[in-house]
């Protein structure tokens, strides 16, 4: 009996732990604040970062493709350009996101100390408008899956129609500048972190990191060239390739040295094998995507190359330029996740 009270408080103990780690994503091994020592002011610094960054990823991501597909079926202008014979009608406004709840907290963290003066300036901007923006596609979204523009001859879904293309003009541009500030502040930010990583011999870390950093510049240069997957074919290869080979050396040094158990335990990884099994998994696809876009760019044929792909938004294929960014944003929360820990948000 009193073995099983014993088992039955360690079990208790453990489970309490257990839940206070899943309430505070923030949790961080004790192993890797060994490895990687750092203040109270720079580990809220980093929280900020994991704030806006898992912010930046769905508003590249989810944000941009809701905003792609409802101006895609709906009509990117006035008037609504629907009838009650659409046949996208029934499936809403293509909501990926279950749950508006699940974004807000990161917007909160403009109120939060470390300041990123600019970012959070924009972010406090950009949130209320943003809000009445997503309120509005979701009410949207219910308004045709009930098919309620039976009931109202569509009057509802004009009146939203001219919320949305309203509100869309004023979160673009905040948004944009918030994405270009924070772009800035993560990239000086990730240059500190790939020094002090390297002189400090942790290179799982290290090339983690910088494989993200150079599927970044690969990301630059398909939007500098302004490719999308309707024109991917008109990559110009010679300035894709140097971007391209940094990031196909990084990966594959990442992959290499995450397979030495000895430099994972040294590096504070070897705490979870699954999480760090997902992150490689992200790794070997992303650079397979970034090979599929030049393999796609050299062997399309000329007739293809004069039928521009029809795809719905959201549902990017391999070798499309917004496939690879979907990947790469992955990428980026599962190393907040498997790698640096230290960016986990307190929700």
């Known amino acids: 009996m009193k073995r099983l009270k014993s088992w039955l408080r360690a079990c208790s103990l453990l489970l309490i732990i257990s839940f ?10 004790p192993k890797l604040q060994k490895a990687i020592p750092m203040t109270d002011n720079e580990q809220l610094l980093r929280q900020k970062i994991g704030a806006y960054t898992a912010l930046a990823v769905f508003m590249k991501g989810k944000q941009n493709d809701l905003l ?40 909160g963290y403009a109120d939060k100390q470390p300041a990123l003066d600019e970012a959070d300036r924009t972010l406090k901007e950009l949130y ?11 009410e949207a979204d219910s308004y045709y899956k009930m098919k309620s523009y039976v009931d109202d001859d569509f009057a509802k879904g004009k009146e939203l129609h001219r919320s949305i293309l309203a509100l869309r003009a004023e979160v673009k541009p905040l948004t944009d500048s918030f994405l270009a500030q924070f772009g800035t502040l993560l990239a000086e930010q990730r240059t500190a972190e790939l020094n002090d990583f390297k002189s400090k011999n942790l290179l799982v870390t290290y090339y983690a990191l910088n494989t993200i950093v150079a599927a970044r510049e690969v990301e630059a240069e398909l939007n500098r060239q302004g490719l999308t997957y309707r024109n991917v074919t008109d990559l110009d290869t010679v300035e894709f390739q140097g971007k391209y080979e940094v990031l196909v050396e990084s990966a ?35 650079k397979a995507a970034a090979t599929d876009i030049l393999m796609k760019a050299k062997q399309e044929s000329a007739k293809e190359r004069q039928r ?27 190393y907040m996740q498997s790698i640096d820990q230290r960016y986990q948000v307190d929700k």
């Open 128 to 138: 209320p408008k943003w809000n009445e923006l997503m309120t509005s596609i979701i």
């Open 252 to 286: 594959g040094q990442f992959l290499a040295y995450s397979k030495d158990a000895e430099r994972l335990k040294q590096e504070a990884l070897d705490y979870n094998v699954s999480s760090m099994d997902i992150f490689r998994a992200r790794v070997v696809n992303l």
């Open 20 to 29: 206070l780690c899943a309430g505070l994503a923030s949790c961080v091994s």
């Open 68 to 107: 792609e597909y409802y101006f895609l079926h709906f009509g990117a202008a006035e008037p609504l350009a629907v009838d009650s014979k659409s046949s996208k009608l029934m499936t809403g406004i293509f909501l990926e996101f279950k749950n508006k709840k699940e974004i807000d907290p990161y917007f």
């Open 308 to 334: 521009p792909a029809q795809v719905t938004p959201g549902m990017y294929k391999s070798g499309m330029p917004e496939h690879f960014s979907k990947l790469l944003g992955e990428t980026e929360l599962q």
